[in-house]
């Protein structure tokens, strides 16, 4: 058995394996090519982690927002284009979904007489601008749903 680390600042990946009551070198074996040397390299940040090592432990951890993070805070192209997902409770999904949905049809209206020209004229901005904003947190609550789904799906084939 592996010791159990002191460390005050631990990063997600650590924070994330030791959450699930795996050692290094128990996490290394089911993951089969990241030994535990390497994420203890990973988790004391001396190099830093490559994508296919963060899917392998995301899968190995049951923690897809893993993957989400890496995009959101180590990769450029996804700093730049990716947006984070908390992890969320499915009644909060649902509250944040339904929500959006009230506002569909007002929304919908609203954004065919913006677009239905081609363009977006400045009194017009402000009004995409929050079609916009309420599109994004659609997507962010369907991600969300995503990765518990994912997670859910994981815990019944255990």
């Not at 609550?141 to 518990?148: E, H, Q, R």
Request: proline share 3%; charged share 35%.
């Amino acid at each position: 058995m592996g010791k159990k680390s002191t460390k005050e600042n631990k990063n997600i990946y650590q924070e994330v394996r030791e959450s699930r009551n795996l050692t290094r070198e128990h996490a290394g074996d089911l993951m089969g090519f990241v030994s535990a040397d390497r994420i203890e390299k990973i988790e004391s940040e001396r190099s830093p982690a490559r994508p296919d090592e963060v899917l392998a432990m995301s899968e190995c951890y049951n923690f897809p927002e893993l993957c989400n993070y890496y995009c959101t805070h180590e990769c450029s192209i996804g700093k730049k284009y990716q947006k984070e997902v908390r992890p969320k409770e499915l009644s909060q999904i649902v509250l944040e979904t339904l929500a959006f949905f009230d506002k569909f049809d007002n929304l919908k209206n609203r954004f065919v007489e913006i677009t239905v020209d081609g363009r977006i004229t400045d009194d017009e901005l402000k009004d995409f601008r929050e079609i916009q904003n309420n599109l994004e947190r659609l997507s962010s609550a369907v991600d969300s749903l995503k990765f518990w789904m994912e997670k859910a799906t994981r815990k019944m084939e255990d």
